[in-house]
Protein backbone atom coordinates (compact mmCIF):
# COMPACT_ATOMS: atom_id res chain seq x y z
CA UNK A 1 0.00 0.00 0.00
CA UNK A 2 1.46 3.18 -0.76
CA UNK A 3 2.41 5.65 2.05
CA UNK A 4 -0.46 9.04 0.73
CA UNK A 5 -2.63 10.46 3.04
CA UNK A 6 -6.19 8.80 2.87
CA UNK A 7 -8.37 11.65 3.80
CA UNK A 8 -12.44 11.74 3.90
CA UNK A 9 -13.64 15.30 4.51
CA UNK A 10 -10.52 16.19 6.10
CA UNK A 11 -9.85 13.89 8.72
CA UNK A 12 -7.67 11.03 8.54
CA UNK A 13 -9.18 7.64 7.53
CA UNK A 14 -7.30 5.92 9.97
CA UNK A 15 -9.03 7.86 12.84
CA UNK A 16 -12.08 7.71 11.49
CA UNK A 17 -11.41 3.74 11.53
CA UNK A 18 -10.61 4.41 15.34
CA UNK A 19 -13.96 6.08 15.75
CA UNK A 20 -16.28 2.98 14.36
CA UNK A 21 -13.56 0.70 16.78
CA UNK A 22 -14.75 3.00 19.84
CA UNK A 23 -18.42 2.50 18.64
CA UNK A 24 -18.08 -1.04 18.19
CA UNK A 25 -16.68 -1.51 22.14
CA UNK A 26 -19.32 0.35 23.43
CA UNK A 27 -22.02 -0.82 21.16
CA UNK A 28 -23.80 -3.35 23.26
CA UNK A 29 -23.40 -1.20 26.66
CA UNK A 30 -27.05 0.66 27.51
CA UNK A 31 -25.92 5.06 27.21
CA UNK A 32 -23.10 3.89 25.01
CA UNK A 33 -23.17 7.86 23.37
CA UNK A 34 -21.53 9.29 26.14
CA UNK A 35 -18.23 6.96 26.83
CA UNK A 36 -18.09 7.18 22.64
CA UNK A 37 -18.48 10.70 22.91
CA UNK A 38 -15.54 11.16 25.73
CA UNK A 39 -12.90 8.55 23.54
CA UNK A 40 -13.51 10.47 20.13
CA UNK A 41 -12.92 13.62 21.78
CA UNK A 42 -9.85 11.89 23.68
CA UNK A 43 -8.70 11.23 19.89
CA UNK A 44 -9.32 13.95 18.17
CA UNK A 45 -9.61 17.08 21.24
CA UNK A 46 -12.86 17.91 19.87
CA UNK A 47 -15.91 16.18 18.46
CA UNK A 48 -16.38 16.71 14.34
CA UNK A 49 -18.80 16.69 12.76
CA UNK A 50 -17.70 13.85 10.22
CA UNK A 51 -17.22 11.85 13.59
CA UNK A 52 -20.71 12.13 14.86
CA UNK A 53 -22.14 11.30 11.73
CA UNK A 54 -20.42 7.94 11.55
CA UNK A 55 -21.62 7.21 15.58
CA UNK A 56 -25.11 8.04 13.97
CA UNK A 57 -24.99 6.04 11.65
CA UNK A 58 -23.46 3.24 13.46
CA UNK A 59 -25.28 3.69 16.57
CA UNK A 60 -28.82 4.42 14.62
CA UNK A 61 -29.06 7.67 16.32
CA UNK A 62 -30.62 11.02 14.94
CA UNK A 63 -27.53 13.87 14.65
CA UNK A 64 -29.89 15.81 17.20
CA UNK A 65 -30.32 13.63 19.90
CA UNK A 66 -26.56 13.42 19.09
CA UNK A 67 -26.15 17.20 19.27
CA UNK A 68 -28.35 17.65 22.22
CA UNK A 69 -25.85 15.42 24.44
CA UNK A 70 -22.50 16.83 23.07
CA UNK A 71 -24.35 20.30 24.03
CA UNK A 72 -25.38 19.80 27.14
CA UNK A 73 -22.12 18.58 28.84
CA UNK A 74 -20.02 21.04 29.32
CA UNK A 75 -16.71 18.78 29.09
CA UNK A 76 -17.46 18.50 25.04
CA UNK A 77 -16.61 20.65 22.38
CA UNK A 78 -17.99 20.75 18.71
CA UNK A 79 -15.14 22.94 18.00
CA UNK A 80 -11.07 22.53 18.38
CA UNK A 81 -9.58 23.89 20.91
CA UNK A 82 -5.80 25.51 21.27
CA UNK A 83 -2.75 24.35 22.49
CA UNK A 84 -3.16 26.03 25.63
CA UNK A 85 -7.06 25.81 27.23
CA UNK A 86 -7.09 28.79 29.71
CA UNK A 87 -10.11 28.14 31.83
CA UNK A 88 -11.12 30.84 34.55
CA UNK A 89 -12.95 29.59 37.64
CA UNK A 90 -16.54 32.01 37.91
CA UNK A 91 -17.37 30.57 41.07
CA UNK A 92 -18.67 32.44 44.16
CA UNK A 93 -15.09 32.80 45.49
CA UNK A 94 -13.48 33.58 42.19
CA UNK A 95 -16.08 35.92 41.07
CA UNK A 96 -16.68 37.52 44.36
CA UNK A 97 -12.83 38.46 44.02
CA UNK A 98 -12.66 39.73 40.54
CA UNK A 99 -12.63 36.56 38.23
CA UNK A 100 -14.47 38.80 35.62
CA UNK A 101 -11.78 41.50 35.28
CA UNK A 102 -9.13 38.11 35.15
CA UNK A 103 -11.54 36.87 32.14
CA UNK A 104 -12.28 40.31 30.34
CA UNK A 105 -7.77 41.02 30.24
CA UNK A 106 -7.26 37.64 29.12
CA UNK A 107 -10.30 38.18 26.18
CA UNK A 108 -8.93 41.50 25.25
CA UNK A 109 -5.09 40.24 25.48
CA UNK A 110 -5.86 37.06 23.31
CA UNK A 111 -8.15 39.23 21.36
CA UNK A 112 -10.67 36.17 20.98
CA UNK A 113 -14.28 36.50 23.00
CA UNK A 114 -14.84 33.32 25.72
CA UNK A 115 -14.89 29.89 24.35
CA UNK A 116 -13.00 31.41 21.47
CA UNK A 117 -9.44 30.18 19.69
CA UNK A 118 -7.23 31.61 18.97
CA UNK A 119 -6.09 32.10 15.26
CA UNK A 120 -2.91 30.79 15.57
CA UNK A 121 -4.41 27.55 17.55
CA UNK A 122 -2.25 28.71 20.71
CA UNK A 123 -4.87 29.36 22.92
CA UNK A 124 -8.37 28.67 23.71
CA UNK A 125 -10.19 30.99 26.53
CA UNK A 126 -13.15 28.97 28.30
CA UNK A 127 -15.06 30.22 31.63
CA UNK A 128 -15.94 27.28 34.12
CA UNK A 129 -17.63 26.66 37.15
CA UNK A 130 -15.96 26.06 40.28
CA UNK A 131 -12.19 24.87 39.98
CA UNK A 132 -11.98 23.63 43.41
CA UNK A 133 -9.09 25.97 44.68
CA UNK A 134 -11.17 28.78 47.12
CA UNK A 135 -8.74 29.84 48.62
CA UNK A 136 -6.38 31.13 45.81
CA UNK A 137 -9.58 33.14 44.35
CA UNK A 138 -9.45 34.51 41.53
CA UNK A 139 -8.11 31.28 39.65
CA UNK A 140 -7.78 30.30 36.55
CA UNK A 141 -5.60 26.94 34.96
CA UNK A 142 -3.33 26.64 31.40
CA UNK A 143 -3.35 23.08 31.30
CA UNK A 144 -2.71 21.65 34.23
CA UNK A 145 -0.99 24.66 35.87
CA UNK A 146 -3.09 26.55 38.49
CA UNK A 147 -2.60 30.46 38.82
CA UNK A 148 -3.87 31.73 41.80
CA UNK A 149 -4.81 35.62 43.84
CA UNK A 150 -4.71 36.95 40.14
CA UNK A 151 -4.91 40.39 38.87
CA UNK A 152 -5.61 41.65 35.61
CA UNK A 153 -2.49 43.22 35.49
CA UNK A 154 -0.70 39.90 35.94
CA UNK A 155 -2.27 38.70 33.23
CA UNK A 156 0.33 39.48 29.92
CA UNK A 157 3.30 38.19 32.06
CA UNK A 158 1.43 34.84 32.35
CA UNK A 159 0.65 35.11 29.06
CA UNK A 160 4.16 35.75 28.04
CA UNK A 161 5.73 33.20 30.04
CA UNK A 162 3.22 30.35 28.62
CA UNK A 163 4.00 31.83 25.50
CA UNK A 164 8.12 32.01 25.83
CA UNK A 165 10.02 28.25 26.16
CA UNK A 166 11.53 28.12 29.34
CA UNK A 167 14.91 28.46 28.56
CA UNK A 168 14.61 32.12 27.21
CA UNK A 169 13.64 33.33 30.64
Known amino acids: MENTCHCQGGLQKERLDRVREIIDHFRLLPGALIPVLHEIQDLFGYLPEEALRIVSEELKMPMAEIYGVAT ?10 GEHVIRVCMGTACYIKG ?6 RLSQELNVPVQGTTPDGQFTLDATRCLGACGLAPVMTIGE ?5 LTPNEIPK ?4 VRTPA ?3
Open 72 to 81: FYSFFSLEPK
Open 158 to 161: ILKQ
Open 145 to 149: KVYGR
Open 167 to 169: ETH
Open 99 to 104: AQGILD
